[in-house]
C-alpha cells in the first residue's frame, strides 16, 4: 500500500514563499511520476505540476509556470514543491499524487493519478 503525506502548507502574505513536502511509502516511489494538484473552494481539482520519475523532466500549469517549482529526491521516497511569488489565486489545499504505471509527466488529469495524499491547505492573504 502506497501511502503520501503532504506537509509545509500554512498562511502566507502575497508575494511570500512556501516549500510544500510529499513523504512516499513504498519501495517503488522511484519508478512513477509524480504530480501536485490544488482545489479551491467550490473549484474542481486542478494540476499543478508534475515530475517525471527517472529524468527528472517537468511539466507545469500555465497559471504557476516561473514561480513554482517541483523536485524529488528518490533516495527520501520525497517530492517537493516550492512556490514563489505566491498570489491570492493560489490559496487551496494542494495535493501530492502518485501517477499509474506508466503515465509521463504532461499528462495532467487527475483520474490519472491513482494515489493522493490528504492535502495540505495553503492560504494567501492580499
Known amino acids: 500500500q502506497v501511502q503520501l503525506v503532504e506537509s509545509g502548507g500554512g498562511l502566507v502574505q502575497a508575494g511570500d514563499s512556501l516549500r510544500l513536502s510529499c513523504a512516499a511509502s513504498?519501495?517503488?516511489?522511484?519508478?512513477?511520476?509524480m504530480g501536485w494538484f490544488r482545489q479551491a473552494p467550490g473549484k474542481e481539482r486542478e494540476f499543478v505540476a508534475a515530475i517525471s520519475w527517472n529524468t527528472g523532466s517537468t511539466y507545469y500549469a500555465d497559471s504557476v509556470k516561473g514561480r513554482f517549482t517541483i523536485s524529488r529526491d528518490n533516495a527520501k521516497n520525497t517530492v517537493y514543491l516550492q512556490m514563489n511569488s505566491l498570489k491570492p489565486e493560489d490559496t487551496a489545499v494542494y495535493y501530492c499524487?502518485?501517477?499509474?504505471?506508466?503515465?509521463?509527466?504532461?499528462?495532467?488529469?487527475?483520474?490519472?493519478?491513482?494515489?493522493w495524499g490528504q492535502g495540505t491547505q495553503v492560504t494567501v492573504a492580499s
Open positions: 499524487a502518485r501517477a499509474r504505471t506508466g503515465i509521463p509527466h504532461y499528462r495532467t488529469d487527475p483520474v490519472l493519478y491513482d494515489y
Open positions: 513504498g519501495r517503488t516511489f522511484n519508478s512513477y511520476t
